[in-house]
């Protein structure tokens, strides 16, 4: 369909063969004329496959059309109406492996930056003038959320949509999940994840910190005395994994998501202004290959690590973060040591000194799918370091599961849940993102918050009517 421009800026030219990344990067920051030059690149096509690709199938076409227009309110409708965490996901959705892999420009010409488009129209729209208005909830009941991360934040804003009184309940300090202290604030900058809660509080939803459930209040609680009708969980899987190798409990040895809470969440950085230490030597090792490897070892250059290194047991084929962070870590000087494992964590007088590598092969593919790594024998030897971070995957915490009676889980402790993949074997207790699936992505999560509310608002009518 053919689109009225309102501008006359001249376009700027992307080289044939230039992606969609390396364009942005060029001319960092769209401009409204970047912007409507890129809309303008969507075909329009009639099968759009870029909406497969999309876990909550935003209406890529339509948001387009209208960005080329010059349509910003409107767009900004479009994104939101499907995925109301838009300027997150603008920023760190792996979109090179889900809408704009499918893009049927990405053979020829390089996909339509569909990521950084919907990143330029929440920033639009995070740029507009506020009402201090906030709504109020117009039914009787009172809905639940454990957990602030990507699922509950959704689920508690589909609800308040709805109507329904939500609260919050988040274990620490801010609301927020691995948006928070997690994924650094060079990625993602936390006054955009203040300003998607400040939506959330003028839509009516209620934040309660420093609460564990399970722990400071029970499951049993929250509906017999608190008097929820419904309960969604989101405490997604931040119960980090370790290797088991001898000397992981030296000084300098951290989980991942303690380096990355005690960076983002508690301001290590500024210590001693800030209560929380972190000591980052000059050679930092990151064990993993994915988002959170990329996301500890770089940010271990930015608190002065001068030899900062990533080491993983299989090849960079089968490393697991988007290309895009890997790429980033590669020009900040991370030195990446493929087809190399951990055997021992050294040291002295209690604290990191090195850290005892083997080197592998590659085999035929395991239960994975992945080439199973071999170690090759004879071929041990260490690497120098101060600290060792260890992101070698996480897990579903059960503290919630033991103090709830019936709710069931697999055996690798993710929550199980019915055919509609919403509700738990507990009745009126829903559950979704990574306290389900194991450690996924942002969109996956937002995903499932918004299947639970729809599914929390359908049970609740139905026994109603
Ligand atoms: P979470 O975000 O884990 O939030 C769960 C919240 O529940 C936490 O705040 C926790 O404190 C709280 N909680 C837990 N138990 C309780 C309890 N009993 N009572 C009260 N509160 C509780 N995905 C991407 O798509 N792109 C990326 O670039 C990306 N980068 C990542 C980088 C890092 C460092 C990490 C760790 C993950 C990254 N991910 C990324 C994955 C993504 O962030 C997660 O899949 C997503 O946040 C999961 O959302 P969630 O709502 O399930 O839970
Ligand atoms: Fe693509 Fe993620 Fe946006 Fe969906 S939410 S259109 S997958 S960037």
């Known amino acids: 369909m053919p689109v009225k421009r309102v501008d006359k800026t001249p376009m700027p030219v992307r080289e044939p063969g230039q992606r969609a990344h390396d364009f942005e990067e060029v001319n960092a920051g769209y401009c409204f004329a970047h912007a409507m030059f890129e809309a303008e690149r969507c075909l329009r096509c009639q099968d759009p496959v870029c909406v497969d ?36 996901c603008g920023r760190v959705c792996p979109q090179e492996s889900q809408c704009e892999m499918n893009c049927h420009m990405t053979k020829r010409f390089g996909p339509v930056a569909i990521g950084h488009l919907e990143r330029y129209v929440s920033d639009w729209e995070m740029a507009q003038p506020e009402t201090d208005e906030v709504k109020e909830p117009w039914r009787e009941e009172k809905i639940a959320i454990i957990g602030s991360g990507p699922s509950g934040l959704v689920c508690a804003g589909e609800l308040a949509r709805l109507g329904y009184h939500v609260t919050v309940y988040e274990a620490l300090h801010a609301p927020g999940g691995v948006l928070r202290y997690g994924i650094p604030e060079f990625r993602l900058p936390n006054k955009i994840l203040d300003w998607e809660i400040k939506q959330l509080e003028r839509m009516g939803v209620e934040f309660v910190n420093n609460v564990i459930i399970g722990k400071t209040v029970t499951m ?235 599914a929390i608002h359908h049970d609740i009518q139905t026994e109603a009517a």
Request: proline residues 6%; hydrophobic residues 40%.
């Open 53 to 88: 690709g999309c876990p909550v199938r935003v209406p890529i076409a339509e948001f387009m059309h209208a960005v080329a227009a010059n349509d910003l309110p409107k767009a900004a409708e479009i994104l939101r109406h499907a995925n109301p965490l838009a300027a997150i």
């Open 220 to 454: 049993d609680q929250l509906f017999k005395e608190y008097g929820f009708a419904a309960v969604f969980i989101g405490t997604g899987a931040g119960l980090p994994k370790f290797m088991g190798i001898p000397g992981e409990s030296l000084n300098g040895v951290y989980s991942a998501n303690e380096f990355l809470t005690r960076i983002n969440l508690m301001q290590a950085f500024e210590f001693p202004r800030s209560e929380t230490p972190l000591k980052v030597g000059k050679r930092v090792a990151v064990i993993g290959s994915g988002n959170t490897a990329m996301d500890a070892v770089r940010s271990a250059l930015r608190l002065g690590a001068e030899h900062a290194m990533v080491v993983y047991r299989r090849s960079e084929k089968e490393m697991t973060a988007r290309i895009e962070e890997y790429e980033h870590a590669i020009e900040e000087g991370v030195e990446m040591h493929w087809l190399t494992n951990p055997v021992e964590v050294l040291g002295e007088d209690g604290w990191v000194t090195g850290l005892k590598c083997v080197k592998m092969e590659l085999g035929e593919p395991d239960e994975s799918g992945r080439a199973r790594p071999i170690p090759i024998e004879g071929s041990e030897f260490v690497f120098p370091v101060d600290n060792v971070v260890l992101s070698i995957g996480t897990r579903p915490n059960p503290l919630l599961v033991k103090s709830t009676p019936g709710l069931k889980t697999h055996s690798w402790g993710g929550l199980l849940v019915d055919e509609r993949q919403v509700e738990t074997s507990v009745k009126r207790v829903y559950a979704g993102g990574d306290a389900v699936t194991g450690a996924a992505t942002v969109i996956l999560a937002a995903g499932a918050g918004k299947r639970a509310a729809e």
